[in-house]
């Protein structure tokens, strides 16, 4: 925000949302306490997770079009929103846990998700509310409220559909 100047969600829906066609819904809200001030103009700053009121909160089709925006590398419709360097990033194996790259969850020797391919990149928030991208097979799935014992079964039944 110190760096643009301007609120994060606006950032975010001028560079990624309004581009890949997002509805207007979704929501990034800060906490009720988190208001900051930048060159006289209250501003919210806003968290990464949708919990204790403050979060992304999107629809179903939403994350699916973030989904297939990092499915494309970062491209919509022939313009580059997202550098192919950051999402080179986001799928690489961090230090402290080669299950996690940069601020996105990965596949590694297939342990977070046994049925779904090594390259498997996952978006997993809170209630178990997932985006699966599987570059392999040119997928990306949402799923909603899934319990975590039954998500590997529903990756595989998705990938034997596909068969």
Do not use: C
């Not at 207007?24 to 919990?51: A, C, F, L, Q």
């Not at 997202?82 to 940069?102: D, I, K, M």
């Not at 978006?123 to 799923?143: C, F, K, Y």
Request: hydrophobic share 40%.
């Amino acid at each position: 925000m110190r760096l643009l100047r301007q609120p994060l969600p606006e950032v975010l829906r001028e560079s990624i949302m309004d581009p890949i066609g997002a509805s207007d819904t979704w929501e990034w809200r800060g906490y009720r306490n988190s208001t900051i001030e930048i060159d006289g103009k209250p501003m919210e700053s806003v968290s990464g997770g949708g919990h204790w009121g403050g979060g992304l909160f999107i629809s179903s089709r939403d994350h699916a079009r973030v989904g297939q925006l990092v499915l494309r590398r970062g491209s919509w419709n022939g313009r580059q929103l997202v550098s192919e360097t950051w999402l080179r990033a986001l799928a690489t194996p961090s230090a402290p846990n080669p299950g996690y790259g940069f601020l996105w969850w990965l596949n590694s020797g297939r342990k977070l998700v046994p049925s779904a391919p090594e390259s498997s990149i996952f978006a997993l928030g809170g209630g178990q509310n997932a985006i699966w991208i599987d570059p392999t097979r040119d997928v990306v799935l949402v799923v909603r409220w899934l319990q975590r014992e039954h998500f590997d079964g529903v990756i595989s039944r998705i990938i034997a559909s596909l068969r």
